[in-house]
């Protein structure tokens, strides 16, 4: 949100070398831009990059081990198989011409080292720019050392203000300033403690701007004076022996005594938290012991006030956040004092009891905001578990929250993580208990959906004995669902149908209603697939209700999903092109790229069928790259239905066509592949009531919603209207923020269904 100054000559350099090297390093002092320097470079290039531009932010990530399930999923790689993520990563990456921004490697410097030097040998057209506080120290990496900003030159004993206004580190403190009291320029009374202040600062950025904020409350004159008290040290040896890192620390420590006692106290505390903090988490982890739940919001006001805390403003509220260099310090002092064991186990009873709650309530009208809370706290939780993980006595409360986590970790995709975190978890104590026998059959759970049979049998013989020796029915029901599931997806269908069905019975003995949802929704896939028609559709019926009554998202996407294909198998074809659309609109706020693969699938096969081989094509075309990010193939017993497509376009169109319409389909967009998907035409009926309200978008933002539907990209939009490309960006970012969408797919089923109801209406009275 705030101007990025300066820095000519290093954004040049950093080009200049992108040009050369594979792997550009940005070395420097924490604090002094190397982030900054990297998103402004990021931002300049971006163009020259067919397949993107990826920021990889590492400052949250304390566990190595995750480096590349984190970069994977910071590219947006989905993928449920259970290969090695690298070697996903490697085959991702391996012809794309990407740039990939490592940011803030040094406490990872090893790893991150080791991944970049793979990944460059493999992928040829690929640059990597990390940020770090020292080289990552391979072959070929060109670094640079990202100075201070540009002071005023000494040699001139006094520059004009004109001038000193021009100064890098004074421009950034006169604009911060100027944030804090409007009307502060730099004037003849004042040039010489500006320049004062910028020279005591060393020009570090975050050194400046937290001098600046200052202003609040001094003169400043009487700011410069402080800084002279407090920087004694900067000044009293040698310059060249003291290391940058110093510099900011001494900084950072007059910054923390201007805070009132509680005020450290918070600041402390908060810094066991990974990737920021709602207000009621600082409330519960961080009150007690000195400061009472309600004061917690005004300390939390004097940190932001302070620029301690960051505040961000986020769909879901407001988030506060500690630059990593601060929040490495408040770690260091919280350490000195003897509390940070204390606040690990705080906070991890926080993420406990936020997981618990979501699992609670994941089944009803609150489940996107859970989803949505559950991925804005993936940090934090993956620190809690790294503290049971590591910490004596606590992996029993690691295992409840990682199963407690079981929805979030399909949901968002994130099958191999979970099992990360299962596996040590589990190998860490073999000691007989419920939570263990239900810790493995969430792992097995995983395990099926990544086809890894062979370990999900294990897991579910071992978690089978613990739920018979404790006598836990509720384990028992999903040992039975899993099972089944597995089945089902092996194509072993009578059985998965007998497992599932046990499900079915086990999960109402003990009213598990999310359980009965699950186990309906494949008991009926599974009859569908025998060709019980009448058996499945009772079964989906069931299943579709139970969802409505409680206003649920997820499942009712993928019971609509399936449950199309049967109405689809039964000639009833606008019905399964209605249900389609709308799983794909229930699916949106999770990004289920695998749950929406399959409606592009289904729709394919839709299109085959009504006789639009053209565009059946290009959706196959389209999908082999879909399937590959998600970690495809398709589920075995779907598997027939995709090769029959296939073979029928294939037929209908004859060899070149079919392989042109494949190329075309294969350049799209995952978004561009949904709106091609979508331009089904839906069948005669009530019109949408979204389509009943009048457009809020102008003429041109109507006609560009348009050619986003048809799955333009803003390059193709600005060349076919003839406009720059930024100005096409310009409108369509006013288009997402006028009908409160997120992406483009969700543009193209607003227009899909605006077209469709204005068919409905037929042609205007008096035309032909």
């Given at each position: 949100?705030?101007?990025?100054?300066?820095?000519?000559?290093?954004?040049?350099?950093?080009?200049?070398?992108?040009?050369?090297?594979?792997?550009?390093?940005?070395?420097?002092?924490?604090?002094?831009?190397?982030?900054?320097?990297?998103?402004?470079?990021?931002?300049?290039?971006?163009?020259?990059?067919?397949?993107?531009?990826?920021?990889?932010?590492?400052?949250?990530?304390?566990?190595?081990?995750?480096?590349?399930?984190?970069?994977?999923?910071?590219?947006?790689?989905?993928?449920?198989?259970?290969?090695?993520?690298?070697?996903?990563?490697?085959?991702?990456?391996?012809?794309?011409?990407?740039?990939?921004?490592?940011?803030?490697?040094?406490?990872?410097?090893?790893?991150?080292?080791?991944?970049?030097?793979?990944?460059?040998?493999?992928?040829?057209?690929?640059?990597?720019?990390?940020?770090?506080?020292?080289?990552?120290?391979?072959?070929?990496?060109?670094?640079?050392?990202?100075?201070?900003?540009?002071?005023?030159?000494?040699?001139?004993?006094?520059?004009?203000?004109?001038?000193?206004?021009?100064?890098?580190?004074?421009?950034?403190?006169?604009?911060?300033?100027?944030?804090v009291l409007p009307d502060f320029a730099v004037t003849d009374d004042n040039r010489e403690a500006v320049e004062g202040i910028c020279r005591r600062l060393d020009g570090i950025p975050l050194g400046i701007e937290l001098a600046a904020v200052r202003l609040r409350a001094l003169s400043v004159q009487q700011l410069l004076d402080r800084l002279d008290d407090r920087f004694r040290l900067l000044t009293a040896g040698s310059r060249a022996v003291l290391p940058r890192h110093q510099t900011l620390r001494a900084l950072i420590d007059w910054s923390y005594t201007l805070c009132t006692d509680q005020e450290r106290l918070l600041w402390e505390r908060v810094s066991?938290?990974?990737?920021?903090?709602?207000?009621?988490?600082?409330?519960?982890?961080?009150?007690?012991?000195?400061?009472?739940?309600?004061?917690?919001?005004?300390?939390?006001?004097?940190?932001?006030?302070?620029?301690?805390?960051?505040?961000?403003?986020?769909?879901?509220?407001?988030?506060?956040?500690?630059?990593?260099?601060?929040?490495?310090?408040?770690?260091?002092?919280?350490?000195?004092?003897?509390?940070?064991?204390?606040?690990?186990?705080?906070?991890?009873?926080?993420?406990?009891?936020?997981?618990?709650?979501?699992?609670?309530?994941?089944?009803?009208?609150?489940?996107?905001?859970?989803?949505?809370?559950?991925?804005?706290?993936?940090?934090?939780?993956?620190?809690?578990?790294?503290?049971?993980?590591?910490?004596?006595?606590?992996?029993?409360?690691?295992?409840?929250?990682?199963?407690?986590?079981?929805?979030?970790?399909?949901?968002?995709?994130?099958?191999?993580?979970?099992?990360?975190?299962?596996?040590?978890?589990?190998?860490a104590d073999a000691e007989r208990s419920v939570f263990r026998g239900r810790a493995l059959c969430v792992n097995a759970r995983l395990a099926v959906l990544q086809s890894d049979f062979a370990a999900a049998e294990s897991m579910l013989e071992e978690s089978r004995a613990l739920a018979k020796e404790f006598g836990d029915a509720a384990t028992r029901a999903q040992i039975a669902y899993v099972s089944g599931l597995a089945a089902l997806v092996r194509q072993d269908l009578t059985r998965a149908a007998t497992l599932l069905e046990e499900a079915l019975d086990r999960h109402r003995a003990v009213d598990d209603q999310v359980g009965e949802v699950n186990s309906?929704?494949?008991?009926?896939?599974?009859?569908?697939?025998?060709?019980?028609?009448?058996?499945?559709?009772?079964?989906?019926?069931?299943?579709?209700?139970?969802?409505?009554?409680?206003?649920?998202?997820?499942?009712?996407?993928?019971?609509?999903?399936?449950?199309?294909?049967?109405?689809?198998?039964?000639?009833?074809?606008?019905?399964?092109?209605?249900?389609?659309?709308?799983?794909?609109?229930?699916?949106?706020?999770?990004?289920?790229?695998?749950?929406?693969?399959?409606?592009?699938?289904?729709?394919?096969?839709?299109?085959?069928?009504?006789?639009?081989?053209?565009?059946?094509?290009?959706?196959?075309?389209?999908?082999?790259?879909?399937?590959?990010?998600?970690?495809?193939?398709?589920?075995?017993?779907?598997?027939?239905?995709?090769?029959?497509?296939?073979?029928?376009?294939?037929?209908?169109?004859?060899?070149?066509?079919?392989?042109?319409?494949?190329?075309?389909?294969?350049?799209?967009?995952?978004?561009?592949?949904?709106?091609?998907?979508?331009?089904?035409?839906?069948?005669?009926?009530?019109?949408?009531?979204?389509?009943?309200?009048?457009?809020?978008?102008?003429?041109?933002?109507?006609?560009?919603?348009?050619?986003?539907?048809?799955?333009?990209?803003?390059?193709?939009?600005?060349?076919?209207?003839?406009?720059?490309?930024?100005?096409?960006?310009?409108?369509?970012?006013?288009?997402?923020?006028?009908?409160?969408?997120?992406?483009?797919?969700?543009?193209?089923?607003?227009?899909?269904?605006?077209?469709?109801?204005?068919?409905?209406?037929?042609?205007?009275?008096?035309?032909?």
């Open positions: 949100m705030t101007s990025f100054v300066g820095r000519r000559h290093e954004v040049a350099d950093v080009k200049r070398f992108l040009s050369g090297a594979h792997v550009v390093t940005l070395t420097g002092a924490g604090g002094v831009g190397k982030t900054r320097l990297a998103l402004r470079v990021a931002a300049d290039v971006r163009r020259a990059f067919r397949d993107g531009v990826w920021l990889v932010e590492l400052a949250a990530l304390d566990t190595p081990e995750l480096l590349v399930q984190t970069v994977a999923g910071a590219l947006d790689i989905r993928d449920r198989s259970s290969r090695p993520r690298l070697e996903v990563l490697i085959e991702h990456l391996r012809n794309k011409q990407a740039l990939v921004i490592l940011d803030n490697c040094e406490h990872l410097l090893h790893e991150c080292a080791v991944l970049a030097e793979t990944l460059i040998r493999v992928a040829p057209d690929l640059r990597i720019l990390a940020t770090s506080r020292q080289p990552l120290g391979i072959a070929g990496e060109q670094t640079l050392a990202v100075p201070p900003l540009a002071l005023p030159d000494s040699d001139v004993p006094r520059p004009s203000v004109e001038a000193l206004a021009q100064c890098d580190a004074v421009r950034l403190f006169a604009e911060r300033a100027g944030a066991v938290f990974a990737g920021g903090l709602g207000l009621e988490a600082a409330e519960t982890v961080c009150s007690g012991d000195g400061i009472a739940r309600e004061e917690i919001i005004d300390l939390v006001i004097g940190l932001v006030d302070k620029s301690v805390l960051i505040r961000e403003e986020y769909p879901s509220g407001v988030r506060y956040r500690l630059l990593e260099t601060i929040r490495q310090y408040g770690r260091d002092r919280l350490r000195e004092s003897g509390e940070e064991e204390g606040l690990r186990r705080r906070h991890r009873d926080w993420c406990q009891d936020l997981v618990t709650r979501a699992e609670r309530e994941w089944f009803g009208p609150s489940q996107v905001m859970w989803f949505t809370r559950l991925r804005g706290e993936h940090s934090n939780l993956r620190t809690a578990l790294d503290f049971c993980l590591t910490a004596p006595g606590e992996v029993e409360r690691g295992l409840a929250i990682a199963t407690a986590m079981r929805f979030y970790w399909i949901a968002a995709g994130f099958l191999h993580e979970g099992r990360c975190w299962l596996n040590p978890l589990l190998a309906l929704m494949y008991l009926a896939t599974a009859h569908s697939c025998l060709g019980h028609s009448r058996r499945a559709v009772t079964l989906f019926e069931t299943c579709l209700a139970m969802c409505e009554t409680r206003s649920e998202h997820w499942f009712r996407s993928y019971v609509l999903s399936v449950f199309a294909i049967e109405m689809w198998q039964q000639g009833n074809t606008a019905r399964a092109i209605e249900m389609e659309g709308e799983s794909i609109r229930l699916k949106q706020p999770f990004n289920d790229r695998l749950g929406l693969a399959l409606c592009v699938e289904v729709m394919a096969w839709i299109a085959a069928g009504r006789g639009d081989h053209e565009c059946a094509a290009q959706l196959l075309g389209a999908l082999r790259g879909i399937w590959r990010s998600v970690g495809g193939p398709l589920f075995g017993y779907l598997a027939g239905y995709h090769s029959q497509c296939e073979a029928v376009t294939r037929g209908h169109l004859g060899a070149k066509r079919f392989d042109a319409a494949l190329r075309k389909g294969a350049g799209l967009t995952f978004d561009g592949a949904l709106a091609c998907a979508l331009q089904e035409k839906a069948p005669v009926g009530e019109r949408p009531e979204e389509a009943e309200r009048p457009s809020p978008l102008t003429p041109r933002e109507t006609e560009i919603a348009q050619l986003v539907a048809q799955g333009l990209s803003n390059k193709e939009i600005a060349s076919s209207l003839v406009i720059a490309q930024r100005t096409a960006e310009g409108h369509i970012e006013h288009i997402l923020s006028k009908l409160g969408f997120h992406s483009r797919a969700q543009i193209a089923v607003w227009v899909g269904e605006r077209n469709r109801a204005a068919d409905d209406e037929g042609p205007p009275e008096g035309t032909p």
